[in-house]
Each structure stands twice: as structure tokens, then as C-alpha cells.
């Protein structure tokens, strides 16, 4: 994984980029604050301005290093100069979802032993799930993680990156906690960690928050039985 431009500055909404590669419908820039998302988490939105107008991006494919900002308007071909901005709205709510999708995991991974997150899925409405590896418990058990979970809210948490070597990572048991949604190291073998203050820390490579008082809350909706081994949570942000 390479270091993002919006993981080493995470406040960037706007900025300048130039066309490098263009296509119907598609385009490459020379730098990108867009997060392409991963790991079950959506990439952003947002527009690029040119000259000739203002394009939706609607979301970023890759194509080995190359990442494609997909257009809405599947004629238009881009060039020379132009504006990035990323969606706002649309990273708060992914990142406050993905933040607090940590601290559930952490306080399953608490309350049932050592369970791993075998999926997830962030997106761009408000809404999420996770899939754990667990069996024979009561879903109320569960459901009752929403209140802890709002706590951490409450309490204002600090969450901040850190980069730690593989091997480090390695060594240290419950860093790595999902099976399916773990970041593999940056190119200099070093691990990017997300770490919620005094609670959680593990090895991600998507958006976050700067502190868990900015999550407008969090939700436990549907429970479900995925296959003997496997629950889904459902969650969102309030409505
Ligand atoms: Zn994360």
C-alpha cells in the first residue's frame, strides 16, 4: 500500500492537480487527495474543475498504480489543469462509520474472546456492516455493544495513524485483527495503525476521524446469522 496523499494530510478538501491520463469518462491525475477506497470501505466522492466546467466524480477505480476518477458523464474527456475536491459530507460520514466500526470491533474482540472480523463494508449513505467470526452466542450480547460504543463517543477519544514496522506488528498479539480488510505494508515495510486512545489498535488503511466526539453517534440495526461461524452487524449513523 502507498502512503496516501489523504492519509498524510487528512484535512485536504481542495487542491490543484494536473491530467496526466484521460479517457471518456475518466481520468488520472498528477496527485489526488481523494481515499480509493478498500477494504470494504467506499472511496470518495467529490468534483474536478476545469476550464471547460466542473465534473462529478462518482468513485475511483484502480488499475495498478493508476487510480481513474470515474466521471458521471461517461463522454467527457478531461485535460491541462484542473480542481480537486473532495466530498465533505460524504468522507465524514464514511470516516465516522469506519472510526467507530474500530471501537466495535474492539469491544467484540473484548467481550468474545479474541473473535476476528472476517468482512466489512463501509458506505457512502451512513450504513455498514462487519462480519465476525463467532458462534453460539446471543445476539442481544451484540446488540447491547451499542451503548459502549456511544460512550467512546462521549468521551472524546483521540484516533491518530501511526506506522510501526511489520515485523513490530508481527509480534504484537490482536494488532492484526481482521482476516480480509488488513492493509499489506507500505513500500518501506512499515505498517500503518490506526490507534483510538487507551482502547484499539490495529493495522487499516482507510478514513478516519481525529477524535471519536466527532461521530454524530453510532447505531446496531440488523443481526445476522451468516453460516455457523458468522454474524453480520448491521449499523448506521442516526438519522
Ligand atoms: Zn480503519
Not at 15 to 36: E, K, N, Q, T
Request: with cysteine; net charge negative; aromatic share 6%.
Amino acid at each position: 500500500m502507498a502512503i496516501y496523499l489523504c492519509h498524510t494530510e487528512p484535512d485536504l478538501y481542495e487542491h490543484d492537480a494536473d491530467v496526466v491520463d484521460a479517457r471518456p469518462g475518466r481520468v488520472a491525475l498528477s496527485r489526488s487527495a481523494f481515499h480509493p477506497g478498500g477494504g470494504g470501505q467506499v472511496s470518495d466522492i467529490g468534483t474536478i474543475e476545469t476550464s471547460a466546467g466542473v465534473q462529478q466524480v462518482t468513485h475511483i477505480e484502480l488499475d495498478g498504480d493508476v487510480w481513474w476518477h470515474v466521471l458521471t458523464d461517461p463522454e467527457a474527456v478531461l485535460d491541462g489543469g484542473v480542481t480537486v475536491r473532495v466530498d465533505a459530507d460524504h468522507r465524514h460520514r464514511v470516516a465516522s462509520l469506519h472510526t467507530m466500526s474500530h471501537v466495535l470491533n474492539a469491544f467484540v474482540f473484548e467481550e468474545f474472546e479474541g473473535s476476528l472480523v472476517t468482512g466489512a463494508q463501509i458506505n457512502g449513505d451512513g450504513t455498514g456492516r462487519m462480519d465476525f467470526d463467532l458462534s453460539a452466542i446471543d445476539n442481544d450480547r451484540l446488540r447491547a455493544l451499542e451503548a459502549p460504543v456511544n460512550e467512546v463517543i462521549a468521551s472524546g477519544l483521540a484516533v491518530e495513524p501511526i506506522y510501526v514496522s511489520a515485523d513490530e506488528a508481527e509480534s504484537t498479539p490482536g494488532l492484526v485483527r481482521s482476516l480480509s480488510v488488513a492493509p499489506p505494508p507500505t513500500p518501506d515495510g512499515r505498517l500503518r495503525l490506526i490507534d483510538v486512545d487507551g482502547l484499539d489498535r490495529q493495522a487499516c488503511g482507510g478514513t478516519h476521524l481525529g477524535n471519536t466526539a466527532q461521530a454524530p453517534g453510532f447505531r446496531i440495526g440488523k443481526i445476522e446469522n451468516k453460516g455457523k461461524r458468522n454474524r453480520r452487524i448491521r449499523f448506521s449513523l442516526p438519522a
